[in-house]
């Protein structure tokens, strides 16, 4: 199974300042296709997740552009440029690479400090 | 537009059988590409993917579950199912449905979530 791990576990932060979440798998997540299939999801309080980013840092339909994505490998960040207030919640990632099993990390809590 | 609910019982007795469903509406569960998964969330944990059923019929399970559960689905009604036997007290969590396309392209929408508890 691949573990995913991500830190730090809980982060505030004040509004309009940058927060920077990391990612990190157990084994490779480049696909033998060459794409790289970690995606990031948002669960705010009491809703279902949403995804935000894909194949690292492609952002989903409607996802503002202070979310962006990086990383390669093992190694992943998922970076707010400005945090508003609408962004609290937990954020995973999650890998698809080595399907058909699909794994999350942890997840990040964000609030405001 | 892509509608997912859940449905089934909230309550489970600890070694039965948790069954729910999932009604899609917007679209079939014959859609080329499309998986049609099944995820869960401890209270106050993290997401934990149980299965996904392709377009074509085939179900695929997370290998730790994989002894426990059936995934499968009714056309007719345009709905998918789970099935998760000899429930313990782990097995208390909110049950997602959700649904992705190949490649993970799309991944979206999530039903609502539904409390499932198992105790007697």
């Known amino acids: 199974e691949v573990v995913m791990t991500q830190s730090p576990l809980s982060l505030p932060v004040s509004l309009g300042q940058p927060a920077s979440i990391s990612c990190r798998s157990s084994?490779?997540?480049?696909?033998?296709?060459?794409?790289?299939?970690l995606d990031w999801f948002h669960q705010r309080p009491g809703q279902s997740p949403r995804r935000l980013i894909h194949?690292?840092?492609d952002r989903d339909s409607g996802v503002p552009d202070r979310f962006s994505g990086s990383g390669s490998g093992t190694d992943f960040t998922l970076e707010i440029s400005r945090v508003e207030a609408e962004d609290v919640g937990v954020y995973y990632c999650?890998?698809?690479?080595?399907?058909?099993?699909?794994?999350f990390g942890p997840g990040t809590k964000v609030d405001i400090k | 537009q892509l509608h997912l609910q859940e449905s089934g019982p909230g309550l489970v007795r600890p070694s039965e059988t948790l069954s729910l469903t999932c009604s899609v509406s917007g679209g079939s569960i014959r859609s080329n590409g499309y998986h049609w998964g099944w995820f869960r969330q401890p209270p106050g944990e993290g997401l934990q993917w149980i299965g996904s059923l392709y377009y074509t019929g085939t179900p695929y399970y997370m290998p730790s579950l994989k002894s426990r559960v059936t995934i499968s689905g009714d056309t007719s009604k345009n709905q998918f199912s789970l099935r998760l036997y000899s429930v313990t007290d782990a097995d208390t969590a909110v049950y997602y449905c959700?649904?992705?396309?190949?490649?993970?392209?799309?991944?979206?929408?999530w039903g609502q979530g539904t409390l499932v508890t198992v105790s007697s």
């Open positions: 084994q490779s997540l480049v696909s033998s296709d060459g794409n790289t299939y």
């Open positions: 194949k690292v840092s």
């Open positions: 999650m890998q698809g690479t080595h399907w058909p099993e699909i794994t």
């Open positions: 959700a649904t992705f396309t190949d490649h993970f392209l799309r991944f979206d929408p």
